[in-house]
């Protein structure tokens, strides 16, 4: 192939438009606050502030898990020192994606040697609606980032290929997008894989110089992967994820491999009609395929080999769909639960970097179709870019905030008790009691062991006055969730509450059993002891309480009022 010239004068246009698609339909998403994922992973994430130290965000994991994104954890803490307002997070989101359809419309110059082919591609991929889930939300920023520096290391890679001159400075511009990548996401490991498929398109090269050009990636991937276990003590994973995100991490190999197949086929589906977009497809949204003859398996596997042989018929006269088909495969193949279980079942925001290839293929086949792109057939390119830009524009909406998107998601994923569930909780805090109680129960309808729809249902006895059936349910999260606290403190405050001082502080000392120096544990075991006359013991656990160097204010307040009460007159 004859090098192409990095970039010519007519080409700003191109890379203007670029720019404005990808900016313009997300300028609703400026005004969405901070929602679902965002709070744990950014606002109450020491991780995620201003005062870490620059080596304890490469040091360190990245939350109190086992995730290691120090990349990204940096630009989070770049935007709390510059706003806490969500509006500066928006802002870089929104221009990081940006930057990542640059990058998509460089590589995909390099890989089609055309420059309105490359900018259609990019101009797809900077207004595709299964981008708003990284790119709307805050927390996924991770993919954006992974998906920007992969692109851009690959770009560099095909310019270092291409390039007459300065080969070694775009191989090392490379190798640091690529590394970049890394400490932001671990997915863009898969880069490694992409760079040897896009040596074979470029040079039509033999195997062992595929393998020679991969090898300083796969080095850097071995450093990467030290230094994750360094961090965090775990390759993957250090634990499984809960059964409710991704029940593939507790099911047998062949009903993963089978139900990830399934999900691949939805991908499939959503990147060519994105109609239904959703922010939750966890347990039972899509149901683990237990059977060969799951009419669903059957399904995806008929049209995944009608594909895979349409596409190997059409090699030699549309090579570019195979080239296509493999670097979504490649893309997708560690967020895929295939390889091993990740944290979640399906996500569209494991599509942003897989997305690139239909993009390219949509994009060569468009070129090919119209003749010159700017000429009469122009139209149809026009109207589906306006058509996807507008589905992304109403898609950004669903963000705005915990009880707008949350309502959204309950409607496209009936099936998720999750789902439900955080409908339930926004609808009750908003005072509409009914439509709480019915989702709550809606959710353990799907998962009877949902301890977050336990407890939610037993808030909402509470505010109904019906205190046997807070005790009741809380009991019951207990029973079928242990782990979680606070039922302990809520079921003992409510017996409390009731007069059974003896029973609550059996209550306390059950969650202090998992938890030894739990404030509120603590204090309320101090209050049943002195409810029983016992202000020696109280006293003891009060002290205990009050020793906690990191206690909040309130509960330091009402440790205050304890030991007022305790001490008398």
């Excluded at 990542?100 to 040697?113: E, N, P, Q």
């Excluded at 109280?538 to 990191?550: M, Q």
Aim: hydrophobic residues 55%; proline residues 6%.
């Amino acid at each position: 192939m004859q090098p192409v010239p990095m970039f010519r004068p007519r080409d700003r246009w191109w890379l203007a438009a670029v720019v404005v698609a990808a900016v313009l339909p997300y300028l609703d998403s400026l005004q969405g606050a901070f929602v679902f994922d965002d709070f744990g992973l950014v606002t109450q994430n020491p991780y995620a502030g201003p005062g870490m130290p620059l080596l304890a965000w490469f040091t360190r994991p990245s939350t109190s898990g086992s995730l290691y994104r120090p990349l990204t954890m940096v630009s989070y803490g770049l935007n709390a020192l510059l706003s806490p307002n969500p509006l500066s997070y928006h802002l870089m989101n929104v221009a990081l994606h940006a930057l990542a359809a640059l990058a998509a419309f460089s590589l995909a110059r390099s890989l089609l040697r055309s420059t309105p082919a490359a900018g259609v591609a990019a101009l797809l991929f900077a207004v595709h609606p299964v981008h708003t889930e990284p790119v709307a939300n805050i927390a996924g920023r991770s993919e954006v980032l992974a998906g920007l520096f992969s692109l851009l290391a690959l770009a560099c890679f095909a310019r270092a290929t291409d390039a007459a001159a300065g080969k070694r400075l775009w191989s090392v511009a490379s190798l640091a997008a690529f590394a970049a990548g890394l400490l932001s996401k671990e997915s863009a490991f898969a880069t490694i894989a992409l760079v040897a498929l896009v040596s074979m398109w470029i040079e039509r090269a033999h195997l062992l110089t595929v393998v020679r050009r991969a090898l300083p990636y796969v080095a850097l991937g071995v450093a990467f992967v030290a230094l994750r276990w360094l961090a965090v003590g775990a390759v993957t994973l250090a634990e499984q994820p809960p059964f409710i995100d991704n029940p593939l991490a507790h099911v047998g190999l062949l009903a993963r491999l089978a139900t990830a197949l399934v999900v691949l086929g939805d991908y499939g589906s959503v990147l060519a009609v994105p109609l239904r977009l959703s922010a939750d497809d966890s347990f039972n949204q899509v149901p683990v395929v237990h059977s060969l003859a799951d009419p669903r398996l059957v399904g995806t596997t008929a049209v995944i080999l009608a594909l895979a042989l349409a596409l190997g018929a059409a090699r030699r006269r549309m090579p570019v769909l195979p080239f296509a088909g493999l670097f979504f495969v490649f893309a997708i193949a560690l967020t895929s639960n295939v390889c091993f279980p990740i944290g979640t079942i399906k996500a569209e925001r494991m599509l942003y970097l897989p997305s690139f290839s239909w993009c390219l293929a949509c994009g060569w086949l468009l070129r090919r179709w119209t003749g010159r792109v700017l000429g009469t057939r122009a139209l149809v390119v026009a109207l589906l870019l306006l058509g996807l830009a507008a589905r992304t524009w109403v898609r950004n909406a669903d963000w705005r905030d915990s009880y707008t998107l949350f309502t959204k998601t309950v409607a496209t994923s009936p099936g998720s008790a999750r789902a439900h569930a955080n409908a339930a909780a926004v609808h009750g805090a908003a005072g509409d009691l009914d439509f709480a109680s019915d989702h709550f129960r809606a959710a353990l309808e799907i998962y009877p062991e949902f301890g977050p729809a336990l407890v939610g249902l037993a808030r909402v006895s509470e505010l109904r006055g019906a205190r046997q059936d807070a005790i009741h349910w809380y009991s019951e999260a207990i029973r079928l969730d242990p782990a979680n606290l606070e039922p302990y403190v809520r079921l003992g405050d409510l017996l409390l509450q009731a007069g059974d001082a003896r029973r609550a502080e059996e209550v306390y000392h059950a969650g202090l059993a998992r938890v030894p120096n739990h404030p509120l544990l603590l204090l309320g075991v101090a209050s049943s002891l002195a409810l029983q006359g016992d202000r020696s013991r109280a006293n003891d656990f009060l002290a205990r309480a009050e020793a906690n160097p990191a206690l909040p204010p309130d509960i330091a307040r009402r440790a205050q009022v304890l030991r007022r009460e305790i001490q008398g007159p």
